[in-house]
Protein backbone atom coordinates (compact mmCIF):
# COMPACT_ATOMS: atom_id res chain seq x y z
CA UNK A 1 0.00 0.00 0.00
CA UNK A 2 1.21 3.52 -1.01
CA UNK A 3 1.78 5.86 1.60
CA UNK A 4 2.86 9.77 1.10
CA UNK A 5 4.02 11.71 4.59
CA UNK A 6 5.19 15.20 3.74
CA UNK A 7 7.04 17.28 6.38
CA UNK A 8 8.39 20.20 6.31
CA UNK A 9 5.81 23.01 6.44
CA UNK A 10 5.96 26.16 8.76
CA UNK A 11 5.25 29.80 9.14
CA UNK A 12 7.18 31.92 7.43
CA UNK A 13 7.83 35.48 6.60
CA UNK A 14 7.40 37.18 2.66
CA UNK A 15 10.89 36.52 1.04
CA UNK A 16 11.77 33.56 3.30
CA UNK A 17 12.32 30.41 1.36
CA UNK A 18 10.47 26.46 2.89
CA UNK A 19 11.75 22.90 1.91
CA UNK A 20 9.08 20.37 1.93
CA UNK A 21 9.42 16.83 2.18
CA UNK A 22 7.47 13.90 0.73
CA UNK A 23 8.85 10.07 1.79
CA UNK A 24 6.99 7.58 -0.15
CA UNK A 25 7.10 4.15 0.82
CA UNK A 26 4.85 1.09 0.34
CA UNK A 27 5.95 0.21 -3.85
CA UNK A 28 8.45 1.10 -5.96
CA UNK A 29 7.91 3.86 -8.10
CA UNK A 30 9.35 3.40 -11.32
CA UNK A 31 6.89 4.68 -13.92
CA UNK A 32 5.38 6.98 -11.34
CA UNK A 33 4.90 10.38 -10.86
CA UNK A 34 5.10 12.49 -7.62
CA UNK A 35 2.93 15.71 -7.64
CA UNK A 36 2.82 18.74 -5.29
CA UNK A 37 -0.33 20.51 -4.87
CA UNK A 38 -1.76 23.11 -2.79
CA UNK A 39 -5.40 24.24 -1.48
CA UNK A 40 -6.12 27.45 0.46
CA UNK A 41 -9.52 28.00 2.38
CA UNK A 42 -12.13 28.47 0.64
CA UNK A 43 -10.57 27.63 -2.49
CA UNK A 44 -10.00 24.11 -5.10
CA UNK A 45 -6.98 22.63 -4.73
CA UNK A 46 -4.63 23.39 -7.39
CA UNK A 47 -1.46 21.95 -9.19
CA UNK A 48 1.84 22.99 -8.19
CA UNK A 49 4.87 20.71 -9.63
CA UNK A 50 5.13 17.11 -10.65
CA UNK A 51 8.03 15.34 -11.54
CA UNK A 52 8.28 11.68 -12.98
CA UNK A 53 10.12 9.36 -10.95
CA UNK A 54 12.20 7.99 -13.88
CA UNK A 55 13.91 10.65 -15.92
CA UNK A 56 13.27 13.25 -13.51
CA UNK A 57 10.99 15.70 -15.63
CA UNK A 58 9.83 18.53 -14.16
CA UNK A 59 6.67 20.53 -14.82
CA UNK A 60 5.70 23.44 -12.78
CA UNK A 61 2.40 25.44 -12.66
CA UNK A 62 3.10 29.30 -14.14
CA UNK A 63 2.33 30.64 -10.65
CA UNK A 64 5.12 29.15 -9.12
CA UNK A 65 7.69 28.62 -11.71
CA UNK A 66 11.19 30.14 -11.35
CA UNK A 67 10.91 29.79 -7.24
CA UNK A 68 9.98 26.64 -6.38
CA UNK A 69 11.86 23.54 -7.34
CA UNK A 70 11.00 20.14 -7.37
CA UNK A 71 13.31 17.08 -6.74
CA UNK A 72 13.73 13.97 -6.29
CA UNK A 73 16.05 11.61 -4.13
CA UNK A 74 15.96 7.83 -5.38
CA UNK A 75 18.20 6.18 -2.55
CA UNK A 76 15.63 7.92 -0.07
CA UNK A 77 12.45 7.40 -1.75
CA UNK A 78 11.48 11.16 -1.02
CA UNK A 79 10.31 14.11 -3.04
CA UNK A 80 11.26 17.74 -2.32
CA UNK A 81 9.48 21.11 -2.46
CA UNK A 82 12.20 23.71 -2.44
CA UNK A 83 10.19 26.86 -1.91
CA UNK A 84 12.25 30.60 -2.28
CA UNK A 85 10.73 34.24 -2.03
CA UNK A 86 7.41 32.87 -0.60
CA UNK A 87 4.45 35.00 -1.12
CA UNK A 88 1.66 35.50 0.97
CA UNK A 89 -0.51 33.98 -1.74
CA UNK A 90 1.65 30.80 -1.24
CA UNK A 91 -0.63 30.22 1.99
CA UNK A 92 -2.04 26.81 1.79
CA UNK A 93 -1.94 23.19 2.99
CA UNK A 94 0.65 21.55 0.77
CA UNK A 95 -0.24 18.02 -0.41
CA UNK A 96 2.18 15.58 -2.10
CA UNK A 97 0.55 13.08 -4.51
CA UNK A 98 1.41 10.14 -6.54
CA UNK A 99 0.04 8.42 -9.63
CA UNK A 100 1.05 5.86 -12.38
CA UNK A 101 2.57 7.85 -15.32
CA UNK A 102 2.49 11.54 -15.67
CA UNK A 103 -0.79 12.01 -18.10
CA UNK A 104 -3.04 14.58 -17.50
CA UNK A 105 -0.70 15.95 -14.21
CA UNK A 106 -2.49 19.01 -13.60
CA UNK A 107 -6.02 17.26 -13.07
CA UNK A 108 -6.52 16.20 -9.61
CA UNK A 109 -8.70 13.80 -10.17
CA UNK A 110 -5.83 11.79 -11.93
CA UNK A 111 -4.03 11.26 -9.37
CA UNK A 112 -4.56 8.09 -6.87
CA UNK A 113 -2.22 8.58 -3.68
CA UNK A 114 -2.47 11.28 -1.44
CA UNK A 115 -0.26 12.42 2.04
CA UNK A 116 -1.61 14.10 4.82
CA UNK A 117 -0.81 17.67 3.80
CA UNK A 118 1.53 20.25 5.44
CA UNK A 119 0.37 23.42 6.31
CA UNK A 120 2.19 26.31 5.11
CA UNK A 121 1.46 30.05 6.29
CA UNK A 122 3.07 33.09 4.46
CA UNK A 123 3.38 36.13 6.62
CA UNK A 124 3.50 39.55 5.10
Known amino acids: QVQLVESGGGLVQAGDSLRLSCAAS????????IGWFRQAPGKEREFVAA????????YYADSVKGRFTISRDGAKNTVYLQMNSLKPEDTAVYYC?????????????????WGQGTQVTVSS
Open 97 to 113: AARYRLGAYQNVMGWSY
Open 26 to 33: GRTFTSYA
Open 51 to 58: ITWTGGNR
